[in-house]
Each structure stands twice: as C-alpha cells, then as structure tokens.
C-alpha cells in the first residue's frame, strides 16, 4: 500500500487561510469516510485532530476543518495561528483492517 | 485521563528481537482496537499493525508482516508488539495509538537496528 500522497509544505501568515491535499485512490480516501488527520509538533507525539473526514476531535478549535471530493482528502486551517506551524498527516482505512498515511505536510506560519 | 506509555525500544542488531508494551491508563483497553505505528528519524508516519478489541483479530502491514506480533493482555490494560527478525529499515520510535480514530497516543519508544 503506497503512501498518501500530500505536499511538502505549505505556509500562511497569521490570520489567513491553508489548505493541505491528501490524494489516494478509490480503494482507500475514495472508498471509505474514514479518514482522519493528526498534528505533530517537533519531538512530539502526533495529536488527533480531524476524522471520519470532518469531525474534529475534543478540544480541537474550529478554525480546523476537513473535506474530500472523490480520492482527495482536505485539512484546511483558518485563521492561521503560531501553534498551528507542525507537521500535519492524513491516513485512511484501506480495508481488511489495513491503513495507510499520508507522507505528511510542513506547515509554517510567516 | 487517557495515556498510553511505551516501553521496551533499545539498541539490537540486525536478526535479533524485541517486545514492546503500551501500558493503558485512564481507560479500559478492552473497550478498544488497538495501533502500532512507527515514525524513522526524519521521515513520516507508517502504520504497522492492529488488533481488535478481545485480541481475536490482527492486521499487520506488508512489510512487517510474518515478524511482527501484536497481542493484548485487557486484565493488564497493556498493548504489546513483539518483533522477531530485525532489520535497519525497522529502526524508528514507535507508537501506541488507541481506537479506529487513532485518537490517543503514547510518547513513543525508540527502536535502534544496528552492528
């Protein structure tokens, strides 16, 4: 099972807006509405912040919000804050129990 | 409170093996699926295995399929993943998440494959 695939980075001033991609397939962001995304900081664990695609997790602000059309999955972050800047990756149940997560996405605040 | 506590990472060569456990607190691990994932130092988040909430189901990824052994004990609230067989690319920190949603995670424990 191949990675999802996200970009690199991306990067807003405080206030404005950023949106990260997560593209699969039909067998695994197509086929299920079981994706999810975690925030990880520098040295630390990863943090649940979105799943089942839109849901927010307890505690997570709503400036944080998720999506998807067909096989891509979206993050998008509004109202870009300081501790928001971490690495942010997608992952999705494939099927048979298996998932797969996205390469992961840098997001810096200018 | 949630937590979920690694433990048992550390230095082996390549062949040999180790087991890791995940202490539950907070919680009642029999409620609840269980993940290993691993993270390479640098590099992104790849899940290596599950197991269903009575230990009666595993699910591994390909690449760590027929090494790796996941395996539960409720009565201890503790996750443990057992690995046989080594090798470099499996050097990582790996972590204990909790649920379908991987919504609690531990802090991690380092796995070092080296001569």
């Known amino acids: 099972q191949s990675a999802l695939t996200q970009p690199r980075s991306v990067s807003g001033s405080p206030g404005q807006s950023v949106t990260i991609s997560c593209t699969g397939t039909?067998?695994?962001?197509?086929?299920?509405?079981?994706v999810s995304w975690k925030q990880q900081h520098p040295g630390k664990a990863p943090k649940l912040v979105i799943y089942?695609?839109?849901k927010r997790h307890l505690g997570v602000p709503d400036r944080f919000s998720g999506s998807k059309s067909g096989n891509t999955a979206s993050l998008t972050i509004s109202g870009l804050q300081a501790e928001d800047e971490a690495d942010y990756y997608c992952?999705?149940?494939?099927?048979?129990?298996?998932?797969?997560f996205g390469t992961g996405t840098k997001v810096t605040v200018l | 409170e949630v937590q979920l506590v690694e433990s048992g990472g550390g230095l082996v060569q390549p062949g040999g093996s180790l087991r890791l456990s995940c202490a539950a607190s907070?919680?009642?691990?029999?409620?609840?699926?269980m993940h290993w994932v691993r993270q390479a130092p640098g590099k992104g988040l790849v899940w290596v295995s599950r197991?269903?909430?009575?230990?009666?189901?595993?699910n591994y990824a390909d690449s760590v399929k027929g090494r790796f052994t996941i395996s539960r004990d409720n009565a201890k609230n503790t996750l443990y993943l057992q690995m046989n067989s080594l090798r470099v690319e499996d050097m990582a920190v790996y972590y204990c998440?909790?649920?379908?949603?991987?919504?609690?995670w531990g802090q991690g424990t380092l796995v070092t494959v080296s001569s």
């Open positions: 039909s067998s695994d962001v197509g086929g299920y509405n079981y």
């Open positions: 089942d695609v839109s």
């Open positions: 992952c999705s149940f494939v099927g048979n129990y298996t998932y797969v």
């Open positions: 998440a909790r649920a379908n949603n991987f919504d609690y």
């Open positions: 907070g919680f009642s691990l029999s409620n609840y699926w």
């Open positions: 197991i269903n909430s009575d230990g009666s189901t595993t």
